[in-house]
């Protein structure tokens, strides 16, 4: 069983930065794809981000140039910069398209 737990989120105003982590048990970070979704209250999830084993990232239009995924050790990291009121969610870390972290909150304020 893979275990995620995410952490960083938070409020903060537009235009803002907050860096998200999530870390992996095992060696699931550095061999398995890992990404980032993201759930908006009445909205279903979409994806933002994802990092392959090879080091290959791909981003949700939405996000280019704002957001940078990356792999830190045993945890993967999203920094987001220039944040907007749109990207207020509850943001997901994912394992291999199967195992689901807990969740965290980032609010953006206008």
């Known amino acids: 069983q893979v275990h995620l737990a995410e952490s960083g989120g938070g409020l903060v105003q537009t235009g803002g930065s907050l860096r998200l982590s999530c870390v992996g048990s095992?060696?699931?970070?550095?061999?398995?794809?890992m990404a980032w979704y993201r759930q908006a209250p009445g909205k279903q999830r979409e994806f933002v981000a994802r990092i392959r084993s090879s080091g290959t990232t791909s981003y949700a239009d939405s996000v280019k140039g704002r957001f940078t995924i990356s792999r830190d050790g045993v945890k993967v990291v999203l920094q987001m910069n220039s944040l907007k009121p749109e990207d207020t969610a509850v943001h997901y870390c994912?394992?291999?398209?199967?195992?689901w972290g807990q969740g965290t909150q980032v609010t953006v304020s206008s």
């Open positions: 994912n394992s291999g398209g199967t195992f």
């Open positions: 095992g060696s699931v970070v550095s061999t398995t794809t």
